[in-house]
């Protein structure tokens, strides 16, 4: 089931200011997340993620990914403590047509001879605000025992 | 014939089945080694969505199932992003449909959804035409990300009735020019001015294939065929700033200064010459014609010196796999011939010769038109041990892979290497 992203996770993949990190894993169960600046969202609201390396690592636990319906994480943060993280799973890669065509000539009019070798589209299934001051908040109501006492000492040390 | 589908979950097919047996093999690849091994049949309802961004079907070098030329997409992509390459086929053969499904064109099986599929988007310079005035869809074909230059589709082996009995080249050459005017032997100008063309179009391709039948003509054995390969080569590296670019070569066993002579004139960066079948009795009787002119052993040797010239990983033979379990003089079991040929793909690997198949569509115009292909279990036992050899003795295959080929189903799971 796809989960829908908020004006504020499209605006932070929009911007170049953030930090995104996709993590897959590859044959051996081993994680492996890498800084991509260049995820974005689609009209659909998928990911849409640009490999510009045809062997890299990433790619090839995308392959076995879409292949044997593995998830993957996105990771998205701002300047200001904005922090989400997307699970989702590929649905779809793109190696021609005028999508892949269009994300080709934008990536070299950015970065200048550089390849592309396909734009991955990952569906969104869960969206989880990691925020540190929103993930304390729902901390202290879900488990109000999960702090240490010194926090509610009278006299602070 | 048309069905008008919505998304429903499948019953156990002979895929599902396979897959099971199979558990580690990517249900994709299957899916693609299927829809090749039974073949497609467009309904008229998911035709009426084809429009002018669609690749029609264009000259190619062999026939297709239903023997016909029809004005039909040229095939179809996965969404794993890798090429089905498949033809017509009547619906009495029992192909996958190609329906719509929740609007959107997918592979149909009794009725039931299998997968989506995309068309091939159609490349510019389809519309165009050369200098000379020909189509220039009839000079180079394209496929999702390579051009094909078919330069002469012509054999000579045909001439003495020992042409190869899965193969109808010269029968569907004769049929495409009948029908559609397309030239048996193409010239260097129209190829150059067609790859000049498809150049324009950033992103669109990333290697150039050349073929053609084998020219058994000139001082030694196969020296005009590769005259004119060079010739071809150097008219397409007109185009190109550096002197080497993304290329294969498909075409006879040549010698070391046949093939010294390719790598050191042109931008060729990798060379195939297909045994077609493994093992020498089986070849023999299949491939008469490259049997009496070469042998079996001796193209091997080829192979292998060729090696030297292209380097590891750059240098491959082509299967035309399930072709050795044909009848009459075939395995008669599956396990034999898979046995057999995986012995032989090996004794190549550990000489730095990689092995890929195409799965083997029994055409109209062929020998062997009357017979049937293997079991799709079969071809998956291939298509995996043909990869494990190459990690065992780290092949690379890069020159064709999904996206410079696109029509090996081992090669396909190749992504992982």
């Known amino acids: 089931m796809a989960a829908k992203l908020n004006k504020e996770i499209i605006a932070l993949f929009g911007s170049d200011d953030s930090t995104k990190v996709l993590a897959t894993v590859n044959e051996h169960g081993y994680p492996h997340a890498a800084a991509k600046p260049f995820i974005r969202v689609d009209d659909d609201g998928n990911l849409l993620y640009l490999e510009l390396v045809e062997s890299s690592r990433t790619q090839k636990n995308l392959v076995r990914s879409i292949w044997f319906d593995q998830k993957v994480s996105v990771s ?9 993280q997307i699970k989702g799973k590929p649905i779809k890669t793109l190696i021609t047509g005028p999508v892949f065509l269009h994300h080709y000539q934008d990536v070299r009019e950015r970065l200048g001879d ?44 | 014939m048309a069905v008008a589908l919505k998304l429903v979950e499948s019953n156990e097919s002979e895929l599902d089945q396979v897959l099971e047996r199979n558990p580690e093999f990517p249900r994709l690849v299957a899916v693609k080694i299927d829809a090749q091994r039974r073949g497609v049949h467009y309904t008229e309802q998911v035709l009426k969505i084809v429009d002018d961004s669609v690749q029609m ?20 992509l996965l969404r794993d992003g890798s090429t089905i390459l498949t033809d017509p086929t ?18 149909v099986d009794e009725g039931q959804f299998v997968e989506f599929v995309d068309f091939w988007p159609k490349p510019l310079y389809y519309d165009k035409k050369t200098s000379s005035g020909i189509p220039m869809s009839h000079i180079i074909s394209a496929r999702p990300q390579r051009l094909n230059v078919f330069q002469s589709s012509y ?94 070569l498909i075409a006879s066993a040549f010698n070391e200064k046949q093939l010294a002579r390719l790598y050191e004139q042109t931008g060729l960066t990798s060379y195939t010459s297909d045994l077609e079948v493994l093992g ?38 082509g299967l035309v796999g399930g ?12 396990e034999d011939a898979l046995k057999s040929t995986l012995e032989e793909a090996e004794s190549l690997a550990e000489n730095g010769v990689t092995t890929f198949y195409i799965v083997w569509v029994p055409r109209p115009g062929s020998y062997f038109k009357d017979q049937q292909n293997p079991s799709l279990d079969y071809f998956v036992r291939l298509a995996q ?33």
């Open chain 2, 90 to 107: 009547p619906l009495a053969q029992d192909p996958y449909l190609v329906d719509l499904v929740d609007g959107k064109p997918a592979l």
């Open chain 2, 280 to 317: 020498e009795d089986k070849f023999n009787w299949i491939c008469p014609g490259k049997a009496k002119y070469v042998g079996y052993r001796e193209w091997k040797q080829r192979l292998v010196r060729a090696v030297d010239i292209f380097g590891r990983g750059n240098v491959g033979t």
């Open chain 2, 57 to 76: 079907r264009s000259p190619y070098l062999f026939g297709s199932r239903d023997g016909e030329i029809k004005d039909l997409p040229e095939s179809l």
């Open chain 2, 155 to 248: 054999c000579y082996f045909w001439a003495e009735d020992k042409g190869c009995k899965f193969c109808d080249i010269v029968t569907h050459t004769r049929q495409q020019k009948d029908e559609l005017g397309v030239p048996s032997r193409l010239k260097p100008q129209d190829i150059s001015e067609t790859i000049a063309e498809a150049l324009k179009e950033p992103g669109r391709f990333t290697g150039i294939c050349l073929t053609s039948g084998s020219v058994i003509k000139g001082q030694e054995l196969f020296d005009r065929e590769v005259d004119f390969y060079i010739e071809t080569l150097q008219a397409i590296g007109e185009n190109f700033s550096t002197k080497k670019f993304p290329s294969e």
């Open chain 2, 385 to 417: 041990g043909l990869h494990n050899l190459r990690v065992k003795y780290k092949l690379p295959i890069d020159y064709n892979d999904y996206r410079r080929c696109g029509n090996h189903p081992d090669g396909d799971l190749s992504r992982l290497l």
């Open chain 2, 323 to 334: 072709v050795e379990l044909a009848k009459p003089n075939g395995f008669s079991s599956e």
């Open chain 1, 76 to 84: 998205v943060s701002g300047r200001d403590g904005q922090s989400w």
């Open chain 1, 114 to 157: 550089v390849d592309l070798s396909a734009v991955w589209v990952i569906e969104p299934e869960e969206v989880i605000n990691e925020n540190i001051q929103v993930r304390h908040t729902e901390e202290e109501a879900l488990h109000p025992l999960f702090r240490h006492l010194d926090r509610l000492a009278k006299i602070q040390p």
